[in-house]
């Protein structure tokens, strides 16, 4: 029994000594790793994604510098006048309105252009008509439309329009032979066009009051 005691208190001893060393903090311990399923592991971290932003493509404006500030009054005298609503229209004018000229049809030009216009166009489509020539021609595109002018004088505006198109331009004889141009090949043409119109007033249609050649 003695020596059980003496063991005892040697063992004591020796655990005393052992944490005196070992159980105390020095400041110099290094962290103790950390269990797997704890550890954050660098690559796996979200990376913000580095975006490049998009070129933006350059707002085309329908109209030339110097136009600008008829556009303006033009715009301050009827607010629900809209530039791009105009050239889109003024391209389908320009559609129609050679169409009826081609084919002689002054009932339809008459609603689209203007008294002084309309006789012209009248003239041409009578001294056509006498020398047996029939006009077979076709717009193939419309490639630039283009407002290079516009004014406003009290209430009548005019604007003017560039139209940059491909033709394809024949004239035939009373038999139908063609004399002049060719089916096959399409012509640049550069017009430029005035429409007018009395801004406010119950007739929304602007009518083509000038013609002439780029």
């Keep these: 029994m003695f020596y059980i005691v003496l063991l005892a208190m040697v063992a004591a001893f020796l655990a005393l000594r052992l944490y005196s060393v070992l159980g105390k903090r020095t400041g110099h311990e290094q962290p103790l790793p950390k269990p797997a399923e704890d550890r954050v592991v660098a ?82 489509i009578a001294a056509r008509e006498a020398a047996g020539q029939v006009l077979d021609n076709r717009l193939v595109s419309i490639d630039k439309a283009t407002i290079t002018g516009a004014s406003l004088q009290g209430k009548e505006a005019r604007i003017t329009v560039r139209f940059d198109a491909l033709i394809a331009a024949v004239t035939r004889d009373a038999e139908g032979n063609v004399i002049a141009g060719s089916t096959s090949d399409a012509l640049e043409t550069h017009d430029i066009w005035t429409f007018a119109r009395t801004l406010r007033s119950s007739d929304p249609n602007w009518k083509l009051s000038d013609t002439d050649e780029a």
Aim: aromatic fraction near 8%; glycine fraction near 8%; hydrophobic fraction near 45%.
């Design 43 to 124: 690559s796996a971290l979200p990376r913000a994604v580095e975006t490049t932003a998009e070129p933006r493509e350059p707002v085309v404006k329908p109209f030339e510098g110097n136009a600008e500030p008829g556009i303006r009054a033009i715009i301050a005298a009827e607010q629900g006048f809209d530039v791009n609503r105009f050239v889109d229209g003024a391209q389908a004018a320009y559609r129609m309105i050679l169409e009826a000229f081609w084919k002689g049809d002054e009932d339809t030009l008459r609603d689209l252009v203007s008294p002084d216009v309309g006789r012209a166009f009248s003239d041409a």
